[in-house]
Structures are given as structure tokens and as C-alpha cells.
């Protein structure tokens, strides 16, 4: 396949739109059956679950986050933040709790961090949003033992983001373990030419800025502790899989630890709505990562 700057507008239309390259359902199907699955897990966890819900770590309406607590949450323990995907204008933090049954069981606190979604909040506000989440958390609460990151989508993109934050502008710097990104957008350029930026109404600046791929920085002593997984499903589209491709390739060259998992009969949407599921191979890829810290 050729670069993404040869392609007809329709061609990149085609490759951005994930729905389109579910081998399960139609396009409007897979993304109704995602939101119910998400909902429904997220509900599932809020049920059978100690929560501190809706704790704002700023001042603004999105600027909230959900606390899934491990079952005996005594002493420290790791946690897993998980930045949701929705292209950067759908979703919410309210249906994203569903892997934290499978977490806390283990001894692993679980944070839904929300942010501003478009046309609301802009790009590099939902970044700025994402890390100081990650700020107030760390200052927040005496119990963490380590922070691991888990994006999805466009979660993945943000959670990128963070990989490259210059912590000095914030006071205090996460000790940021692992991440964990699926199948995300680490290059914003494709963006800017399709449906997708009509909400996001980025320009090229913008999107250079905030773009994990141009954002890459060498892996300092407290980076080189960071492992990271770059997780892509067999059925997203080609451009996806380029991009995680390259993007897991950038670190390695900036001296990071990171691994690419390409992960067999999954696509775009059940790759992440299956960390309800203990036994579903990511849920254990993090839950190893977290216990080899």
C-alpha cells in the first residue's frame, strides 16, 4: 500500500473510519454494540466495585475522574489509568470502567480519567487535561505504587502524549511504569484531511504539536524504567496498523523498552471491550507487565 499522502480523500476516509474493517458487523452495528459493551461492563464494575466517583482534578466540566479500588485496598498498590478513545468527540470516563473487575480482583486500582472532548475541548487541551489527571493523581493519592497507562484509540494518542511530557511545568513527576496503547493514532497529519478534524477543527501546527510520532523523546533513566506495549488488532485498518508499526519503532530507536503485540480475531472495538474478561490475553499481558515491576 502506497503512503497515506497518495491516497484519494476517500481512500484515507476509508482507512480512518475503523468501523468499516470490522469482519463481525456493519459498520453502524459494531460501534452501537461497542458502546452497549462498554456501558454495560462499566455499570458491571461500578456494581461490584469500591469507587470513588467523579473526583475533579480541575476546574473544568470534563476535568473528572472514576477510582476503581482493589478489593482489599490496603497498604499501596499499583494503579491502571485508562484514557478512552471515541476519535477525541465520543465516549466518556462513565463507560469506561469495564476492566476494572478484572484488575482490582488482582490488587490493582483502576482510574477512568475524563477530558473535554471535541468540539468542546480542543487538542491540545485534552493533552494538557490528560497529564495534569495524571499530576493530580500522583499528588492526590499516597497509596500509588506505580502508575501503568492503557489508551484505546484516541486514549492511545493521549496516552502517547503523556510518554512525552516534560513533567517540570507540572511539579511532580509520575512514576510511570508501563503503558499500554491500543491500537491508536500517533501521527495527526492523516487527521487534519478527513470527517474526523471537522470537530477537532486542528490545523497543521496543531497537529504536529500533538503528535506522539514527532514527540518522541530519548529514553531518560526514569523513561528507560517505562515499559511500553503497542497493541494493534488483525482486523483494524492498514493505515492503523502502519501506524502503531512505526510509532513502536520510533521508541525502540530513542533507546525505549517496547514491544509490538499484533493481537489474531479481533478488531478495532473488541480489542479493548475484551479486558472485561480475565482470562483475555491483554488482560494478562498487563497484568504480567504490572507484576514484573
Same mark, same amino acid.
Given at each position: ?18 468501523? $468499516?474493517?470490522?469482519? $463481525? ?30 473526583? /475533579? ?11 476503581? %479500588?482493589?478489593?482489599? /485496598? ?5 494503579? %491502571?489509568?485508562? =484514557? ?13 470502567? !469495564?476492566?476494572? /473487575? ?16 471535541? /468540539? ?45 511530557? &516534560? ?5 511532580? *513527576?509520575? &512514576? ?6 491500543? @491500537? ?7 487527521? %487534519? ?35 511500553? %506495549? ?9 493505515? !492503523? ?15 525505549? *523498552? ?12 473488541? =480489542? =479493548?471491550?475484551?479486558? @472485561? ?8 499481558? =498487563?497484568?504480567?507487565?504490572?507484576? $514484573?515491576?
Amino acid at each position: 500500500m502506497g503512503r497515506w499522502q497518495d491516497m484519494s480523500g476517500e481512500e484515507l476516509e476509508e482507512q480512518y473510519s475503523p468501523s $468499516r474493517w470490522s469482519p $463481525r458487523l456493519d459498520r453502524d452495528a459494531v460501534v452501537e454494540a461497542h458502546v452497549e459493551a462498554v456501558t454495560a461492563g462499566t455499570q458491571m464494575a461500578r456494581a461490584t466495585t469500591q469507587t470513588l466517583l467523579h473526583v /475533579p482534578y480541575g476546574d473544568g466540566d470534563g476535568e473528572k475522574l472514576d477510582v476503581y %479500588l482493589p478489593t482489599d /485496598p490496603s497498604g499501596t498498590f499499583p494503579v %491502571l489509568v485508562y =484514557i478512552h478513545g471515541g476519535y477525541w468527540q465520543c465516549l466518556s470516563k462513565d463507560v469506561s470502567g !469495564f476492566a476494572a /473487575p478484572a484488575l482490582v480482583s488482582q490488587g490493582i486500582a483502576v482510574v477512568a480519567v475524563g477530558y473535554n472532548i471535541a /468540539p468542546k475541548g480542543h487538542m491540545d487541551e485534552m493533552v494538557a487535561q490528560v497529564r495534569r489527571s495524571l499530576a493530580f493523581l500522583v499528588q492526590q493519592y499516597s497509596w500509588i505504587s506505580g502508575v501503568y497507562l492503557c489508551g484505546h484509540s484516541a486514549g492511545a494518542h493521549l496516552a502517547a502524549m503523556v510518554l512525552s511530557t &516534560d513533567w517540570a511545568e507540572y511539579g511532580v *513527576t509520575p &512514576d510511570i511504569k508501563g503503558a499500554v496503547l491500543v @491500537s491508536g493514532v500517533y501521527d495527526l497529519e492523516p487527521i %487534519l484531511h478527513i470527517y474526523v478534524n471537522d470537530a477537532l477543527n486542528m490545523s497543521r501546527e496543531v497537529a504536529q504539536r500533538n503528535s506522539p510520532m514527532l514527540c518522541v523523546t530519548g529514553a531518560v533513566p526514569a523513561a528507560g524504567a517505562c515499559e511500553v %506495549l503497542v497493541a494493534v488488532a488483525q482486523h483494524d485498518s492498514p493505515e !492503523f496498523r502502519r501506524q502503531s508499526r512505526e510509532y513502536c519503532q520510533a521508541l525502540r530507536s530513542a533507546g525505549w *523498552t517496547v514491544s509490538l503485540l499484533d493481537l489474531a480475531g479481533v478488531d478495532h472495538f473488541n =480489542i =479493548i471491550e475484551r479486558l @472485561s474478561q480475565d482470562s483475555y490475553i491483554l488482560t494478562e499481558v =498487563i497484568l504480567n507487565m504490572i507484576s $514484573r515491576a
